[in-house]
Structure formats: C-alpha cells, structure tokens
C-alpha cells in the first residue's frame, strides 16, 4: 500500500504543479492585458472628458459675461441720459442736441457702409482675377430639376425622332440623270418640226 499511496502523492503533486503553471500562465496573460491598455483607461478617458467639458463650459461663460461687460460698456458710452426738463428752452436746447448727434451717427454709418461695399467689391475682384490666374473658376449652383420633367422630355425626343424619311427625301427630276443625246434629239425635233 505505500507504493499506492506513493504514485497517489505523486500524482497529486504532479496535478498541483500543473495547476500552478496554469494560474502563473493566466496570471501573467491577465498582466499582459493590463499592460497592453495603456495610459488612458476607459474610467480616466472618462474622468477627462469631463473635466474638459467642465472646462470648456467655464470658459464659455467667462467669454459671455465679458461680452456682456463690454457691450454695457459701450452702450453707456453711445448713449445720452437724458436730463429733467422744467420748460421749453431746455427741451428745445436738449431736442437740437439729439438731432445733431443722430444726424453725425448716420453719416458715420452711411459712410462705413459705403466703405463697406467698396471693400466687398474689391474682394470679389481680386477673388476673380487670383481664379483667372489659378485657372479655378467658380461653379456655378445648380438648379434642382425634377426627374419626371426630364422623363417627359426624353420622351419628346424620341418622338420627335420618329420621323417619316420618306418625306423629308428630295424631290428628283427623271431627266436629270438622262443621257444628253436625248436632250439634243429633243431640241432638233423641236427646231424641226417648225
């Protein structure tokens, strides 16, 4: 009996040291896995695009409220308080002061669209000639068409190409092709029998 339970620990043994080098191979596939994931985990790629949006939105309201500031900023400076009127020397002496002011910020603003226009013009000039030059020329947009006019039209067309040969043949002269004598035998009987 004790060499049967020899060959049993033999054989457990055998099976635990297979096991161990099972779990070491697995282990070590697990690690290869690990390592193979790289830096930016799926929970850290996530962690990170929060932290951007977060980011970005921070930002984002930081631009609009200097956007606000600044277009409080420039409404204060454009626009006139108006002051308490008792009688109507004030109001006459307040009333020529807005109108000169109204009529200077129009011709400021007829003048810079004016140059605005100029300048637009010039653009699409010189946009033109760097497309000559270049060769490139702009397409034109396309007109959408509708399939079934197209349809209709083939159809026209093929009608139009059902066309009798027979009348648009030419009209032959049966003499046209005769022989001169006959021409001549023709002429002398004419003169002859006179």
Not at 33 to 51: D, I, N, Q, V
Not at 86 to 92: A, G, R, S, T
Not at 114 to 122: A, C, G, N, P
């Amino acid at each position: 009996m004790s060499d049967v339970d020899a060959d049993e620990a033999r054989k457990m043994a055998e099976r635990e040291r297979k096991k161990e080098e099972v779990r070491k191979r697995l282990e070590e596939a697990s690690r290869m896995k690990k390592a193979k994931k790289g830096f930016l985990t799926p929970e850290r790629k996530k962690k990170l695009r929060k932290l951007l949006m977060m980011k970005a939105a921070e930002d984002l309201k930081q631009q609009q409220m200097l956007k606000e500031q600044e277009r409080q900023r420039i409404l204060q400076e454009r626009i006139i308080p108006l002051p308490d009127l008792d009688n109507e020397d004030d109001l006459e002496a307040v009333y020529d002061e807005i109108r000169e002011r109204l009529i200077d910020l129009e011709s400021e603003n007829y003048d810079v669209s004016y140059i605005v226009r100029q300048k637009d013009f010039e653009i699409n000039e010189l946009t033109i000639a760097v497309n000559d030059l270049r060769g490139k020329f702009v397409k034109p947009t396309l007109k959408k068409v509708s399939k079934t006019e197209g349809k209709f039209d083939k159809l026209k067309k093929k009608e139009a190409t059902k066309v009798d040969f027979r009348a648009q043949l030419k009209v032959v002269d049966k003499n046209e092709f005769a022989l001169d004598e006959e021409d001549t035998e023709k002429k002398e009987k004419a003169a002859w029998a006179k």
